[in-house]
């Protein structure tokens, strides 16, 4: 209902006026009465009334005079003048403090309703307009917010009361979907805050570059949200059914000047890149408890890390060693976590690192039938995966099977392993110091053991295992015996004429000969 004044010096004109019509069924309401200019000033200041019946003949204060005070000091309300004049030089006075009507008395009825009615559209029109300012206002607000959150207009560009930054905390929260299936529920973390907050909503939600972010406002929302999540991880195992379970939350730092939320945003958002690394049913990440500065790896490039982490694994498989593989994906995941490298081109190097071990084991296959999984089940697997430790344990298994196919079936000691490894790798540069710490062991103890369990020494044994397969080489092809040297490990032919005349009694061009073959 609009709100109505009449200012008459006459009570009969006011009653008349009051009854010539139905107000209500037009939309307004007759409040106020004033029989003087000056008593109607003082209630247009107090009251603010929508529409104004002004007489222009008053006591005290003409109507005229009193219309100008009123302008003068701000009132913007609709007017309407009554008169027993019909002189055009009143209506001119009139319309220069924006009249909407001029009726002289005794006022027409209809004529009035119709007034009325235009007064009431025009206030609808004010309305509609206001309310898409008000929309258009708060479109810009946010889009200022968004602007500076992300860093891309600075602190001095903007009022942080035009913003509503008039609190002294704040923290940056991004969340997203716990789970990669499509189907399953996510609960929105601002319906969360605004649920169990005591405090009303003193957060923004934000979009910005496709997450959803929340920027909390003040201490309250800030402990609030710490309490859900302390309350989450109280019960173990964690709660089942409650709405944190459905989502991922990352916490920035919590700062006490607006103009460092860019710098907690920042935070949130990398920690979301991390999200990768996260453990089994993890589902917070706060600022406080990851830093990539915390570890440093040496190991930068992608050549670097599959060359590395190929030849550990490697070896480690061969040598059985559960614990120092375990050991070497733990060191693979801090170096993947410190290097700066897109979640895309991880899953690619642990694509191609699979692919490398695969490929090193399979040189065993004519020994051994290992069951590997076909290439394009196993890049899926790994491309798909949402979190690295689900790489990290499909390649345990993976490298747990190819142990199994290739294992003895029941070692008596770590002898068996040791000498499995050398069969299979003693073309390489081994030695007992650089092999002896995949089996755990130092060399010098290592060395101990080897020779009470196999009747001689380490690199006796080595050598005795390069001539054999030197002599299947000299007779089974016409390679250089310079090839045949560096085929079975030796990088000095010289060296490998000596080793082998020691174990055979003949040179290998003699032996060769010996047995049928020529170069």
Known sequence: MYKVLIADDEKIIRMGLRGIIDWEELGYEVLWEASNGADAVKIIKEENPDVVLFDIKMPKMQGLEAIKTIREFGYKGKIIILSGFSEFSYAQEAIKYNISAYLTKPVDEEYLVEILNTIKEEYEKEKDIESSMDVY????????????????????????ED?????????VVIYEKYSSNDEDLAYDLSDVLRVTSNAGEVFETLKLNNNNVVLLKGKRPIENLNHLMNKYYEELPPEKNSPLDTIFITCGSVVKNYKEIPKSYKEAHNLMQHRFFCDKSQHFMLIDDYSVDDK???????????????????????????????????DLKNTLYNADFTVEEEKKILVD???????????????????????????????????????????????????TSIGYSSRDSIIDDVLFYIQHNYSKNITLENIAPLFGYNSSYLGKIFSRKVGVNFNTYLDKVRIEHSKEILINSKTQVYKVAEMVGYRNVDYFHIKFKKHTGKSPAEYRKTNGKQD
């Open 137 to 160: 206002k708060e479109k810009a607000r946010r889009s200022i917010l968004t602007d500076f959150v992300l860093g891309s207009i600075s602190a001095d560009e903007i009022d942080a």
């Open 163 to 171: 913003l509503d930054l008039k609190s002294g905390h704040y923290q």
């Open 296 to 330: 440093v790896s040496l190991v930068t490039t992608r050549e670097d890390i599959l060359e590395k982490y190929t030849f550990y694994l490697s070896n480690q498989i061969q040598a059985f060693n559960r614990n120092k593989i375990a050991e070497s994906l733990l």
């Open 353 to 403: 690192l699979y692919l490398n071990i695969k490929e090193s084991m399979t040189k065993l296959s004519d020994a051994y039938s290992i069951p590997f999984i076909a290439n394009s089940e196993a890049v899926n697997f790994i491309e798909k995966s949402y979190y690295l430790y689900e790489i990290l344990q499909f390649l345990t298994e993976q490298f747990d099977m190819i142990m």
